[in-house]
C-alpha cells in the first residue's frame, strides 16, 4: 500500500473498530467550530496523527486553515504524504510533554483548539500543565475540543453492557478482515515508505504507558481552573465524551 491517502484512510478504519461514533464526534465537534468561530477558522489540530481532524475540518470548512501538531513519526510522515498538495495545513513535531512545546508553533492566537482520543496518554500532570497552556493559545472567545475516553464511575452497569456489545462487535469485524492496532502497527512496519519511522517510533515512544483516565467533569473543573470561562459536555457516549470549553 504505497499510497499516502490510502495509509490515511487505513488509519481511519482502524481507529473506527474501536470507535465506531467516530464519525459522530467528528460532527458535533466541528459544529461548534462553525457554530462559534464562523466559516474560516484557524485550527489547532493537537495530537494530529495522520491529520484526521484536518481532514474533515477542509471539507466541512474550505477557508479553514489548520495547524497540526504531532510527535509520532509514522503517523506525521503519512499525513505529510496525505496534505502534501494542501497548502491550508503546517505539520509541526513536538511533544506535548515538554513545557516548550508550544514554541515550535506558528505563532497564535487560534480560533480553535481540537482534538481526539489523545491526551489520556498523557499523564495527570503533563494534562494539567497542557490545559494552562491552551488558555493561552485560545483566543478570548475561542474554543477547546477534547473527544476523549471518560468513563463515569456512577454507571457501571451500562458500562459492562456497552463494553460486552463492542467486544462481540469488534471480534466479528476482525474476524471480517479489519485490522486493530497491532496489525495496523505490523503493516506499517513492513511497508518499505513507513518502516524507518515506523522503527523511529520505537525510540520516540520507548518509555509510553498509558495516562490517567478522568470523568469529563474532572476536565471541565481542570478547564476552568486553567482559565477557560466555560466548560461543559457537548455529546457524549457510554464511555466517552466531547468535552467543550470557550476561552
Given at each position: ?82 496534505f ?8 509541526v ?37 497542557l ?35 463492542q ?5 466479528r ?5 479489519v ?11 513492513a ?39 466555560e ?17
Amino acid at each position: 500500500m504505497n499510497d499516502w491517502n490510502a495509509w490515511q484512510r487505513s488509519w481511519d478504519r482502524q481507529q473506527e473498530w474501536y470507535m465506531p461514533d467516530r464519525e459522530e464526534r467528528f460532527r458535533a465537534m466541528l459544529d461548534l467550530v462553525e457554530a462559534v468561530a464562523g466559516p474560516a477558522p484557524r485550527v489547532l489540530d493537537l495530537a494530529c496523527g495522520t491529520g484526521s481532524i484536518s481532514e474533515r475540518l477542509f471539507t466541512r470548512l474550505p477557508a479553514a486553515v489548520s495547524v497540526g501538531v504531532d510527535l509520532d513519526p509514522a503517523l506525521l510522515t503519512i499525513a505529510h504524504g496525505h496534505f502534501a498538495e494542501e497548502s491550508r495545513i503546517t505539520l509541526v513535531t513536538a511533544d506535548l510533554r515538554d513545557p516548550q512545546w508550544a514554541a515550535a508553533l506558528p505563532e497564535g492566537p487560534y480560533d480553535a483548539v481540537l482534538t481526539a482520543t489523545a491526551l489520556h496518554w498523557l499523564d495527570t500532570p503533563d494534562l494539567l500543565r497542557l490545559y494552562g497552556d491552551l488558555a493561552g493559545l485560545v483566543r478570548p472567545g475561542g474554543l477547546f475540543l477534547n473527544a476523549d475516553h471518560t468513563p463515569e464511575t456512577d454507571i457501571p452497569l451500562l458500562r459492562a453492557a456497552d463494553e460486552a456489545f463492542q467486544q462481540r462487535r469488534r471480534e466479528r469485524e476482525l474476524a471480517e478482515g479489519v485490522q486493530d492496532w497491532q496489525g495496523w502497527w505490523a503493516a506499517a512496519a513492513a511497508d518499505p515508505l513507513l518502516a524507518e519511522p515506523v522503527a523511529a517510533r520505537s525510540a520516540v515512544y520507548r518509555d509510553h504507558k498509558d495516562g490517567a483516565v478522568h470523568p469529563a467533569d474532572w476536565h471541565t473543573a481542570r478547564l476552568l481552573d486553567a482559565g477557560f470561562r466555560e466548560a461543559g459536555v457537548a455529546w457524549r457516549s457510554v464511555s466517552d465524551s466531547l468535552v467543550a470549553a470557550v476561552r
